[in-house]
């Protein structure tokens, strides 16, 4: 069975690749990974915005520490599961479904995030340059936002075309990987094989250089962008593991 589906609209896409995405590990490590994108924000409390929120791992440890959140996605899968772990958790948290595009709340947040390269979905790189404009909107002035993603350097150093994982379920992953469009996008085919059935999923997405993505946050209104090689605030050097950047509008 194939799904090849508007990717990023498509929640068949979301549950089918769920425990390959959001393993219990991965929710595990969000408390730690918001404490850290806390201390590189320098923010202590007030109104957040989580942009592609997915299950909500951010959300709802942002709602533990006082934060008031407003948590986004288009995914209803997505977005159920994430209500789900918030109504067991006891948390107030404001979910919306719309596509990132479109949310925008001028002068609204004192802190925004975007993980988990939650960015870059779409063919037209205006829609990228628009859903960051809409971020510096939604932004008080002075209020940072926090992005993370994979860096085109760091792919440039760790790209494997074809790669193989065994997951805890005993279901195999298989990932084969093509990069197009003058090194500016990358195209990816995702094989999961359970017992006698094998599921495909393909989508595409744009990868940013450090630079680039500097560059589009300055366009969008941001005043100042530092570049990190990880939660922990390292440089973003050969020695990056993730590209993140803090933004202030």
């Known amino acids: ?3 090849t589906a508007k990717w ?3 929640d068949a896409f979301w549950s089918g690749l769920y425990n390959v995405m959001f393993p219990p590990a991965r929710f595990a490590a969000a408390d730690s990974e918001i404490a850290s994108v806390l201390a590189l924000a320098g923010c202590t409390g007030g109104r957040v915005l989580d942009l592609c929120c997915g ?6 440890a942002l709602a533990r520490r006082g934060f008031q959140v ?3 996605d288009n995914s209803p899968f997505l977005l159920a599961k994430a209500r789900a772990a918030a109504a067991e958790a006891h948390l107030t948290i404001e979910f919306i479904r719309q596509d990132m595009r479109r949310f925008v709340r001028p002068d609204t947040f004192d ?19 628009l859903v960051l404009t809409h971020l510096a909107q939604s932004l008080k002035p002075g209020a940072p936002l926090v992005m993370d993603l994979i860096g085109k350097e760091i792919m440039a150093r760790t790209f494997q075309a074809t790669t193989s994982v065994q997951l805890e379920d005993g279901a195999v992953l298989i990932q084969r990987h093509e990069i197009f469009d003058d090194w500016s996008k990358i195209r990816n085919e995702w094989f999961l094989i359970k017992g006698a059935t094998a599921t495909s999923f393909s989508f595409h997405h744009t990868i940013y250089s450090g630079r680039e993505l500097k560059d589009r946050l300055q366009t969008a209104g941001f005043s100042t962008v530092t570049l990190h090689g990880d939660f922990h605030g390292a440089p973003y050097g050969l020695s990056a593991k993730r590209l993140v950047a803090v933004a202030t509008r």
Request: aromatic share 14%; hydrophobic share 40%; net charge negative.
């Open 1 to 3: 069975m194939t799904m």
């Open 8 to 10: 990023y609209n498509d």
């Open 55 to 60: 299950p909500g791992r951010h959300a709802l």
């Open 70 to 72: 407003t948590a986004v």
């Open 111 to 129: 802190v925004a995030i975007n993980l988990f390269t939650s960015f870059g979905f779409f063919d037209d790189r205006e829609d990228d340059q």
